[in-house]
């Protein structure tokens, strides 16, 4: 169990690594200047010409897009221990195939996470498809959980025997709910990117 968090950290940390050295490297790309009038402390004298200097207004990408590419290195790690349930859930009937449209979400985060950060021109369109795609498959996690939790903890399916293994389903479908909770909040996130990414490249 030690090993095991210990690679977790190690991927993690890898990840942010690799999300920080990109966005330094692409910075010159969302790096703003602009020319100001230098005022003499005495005013201008008559017929004096204004001189101007470069003052640098920006450095980096905006706050929400370094969130979003930082938010979708992380959620784009999913993809191992997604792909590892699906193998194995193939085995049992079949039932792993449903992580499919999950690792497409997954495996899709990296390079939108790379082509926000670079302000590519097609970003905020990427940006938008994997936030629609996110939120569909994340609404039917969180509707389906939803449907199934709620007459468990209201005690309408539970009776008899069946208590104690219908209560089992709980500790499972918290974390799922809530799973796909975050995802919807980094879906929003990618959106609020997008538009701040075409926001730019329409003034640039």
């Given amino acids: 169990m030690a090993c095991f968090s210990s690679i977790c950290a190690a991927v993690v940390l890898g990840m942010f690594l690799r999300y920080a050295m990109l966005e330094q ?16 402390p005495e005013g201008y004298r008559e017929n004096q010409l204004p001189t101007f200097r470069e003052l640098v ?11 979003a590419a930082a938010s979708a290195q992380l959620f784009g790690i999913t993809f191992v221990p997604g792909l ?27 390079p939108v996470a790379t082509a926000l950060l670079r302000r590519t021109p097609d970003a905020a369109v990427r940006a938008r498809k994997l936030a629609r795609l996110s939120t569909g498959l994340n609404m039917v996690i969180l509707l389906g959980g939803g449907a199934v939790l709620v007459p468990l903890v209201a005690g309408e399916c539970i009776s008899g025997t069946n208590a104690a293994a219908a209560m089992d389903l709980v500790p499972t479908l918290l974390p ?7 995802s919807l909040a980094q879906a929003a996130l990618l959106r609020a990117a997008a538009d701040a990414v075409e926001s730019d490249l329409r003034v640039a």
């Fill in 25 to 40: 490297r692409t910075r010159d790309v969302w790096r703003r200047t602009e020319l100001r009038p230098l005022v003499p």
């Fill in 176 to 182: 799922l709910i809530g799973w796909a909770c975050l």
């Fill in 84 to 110: 590892l349930f699906a193998l194995v859930g193939v085995m049992f009937y079949g039932v792993g195939l449903l992580g499919i449209p999950g690792l497409i979400v997954a495996l899709s985060q990296f």
């Fill in 57 to 67: 207004v920006r450095e980096q990408a905006p706050l929400v897009v370094r969130f």
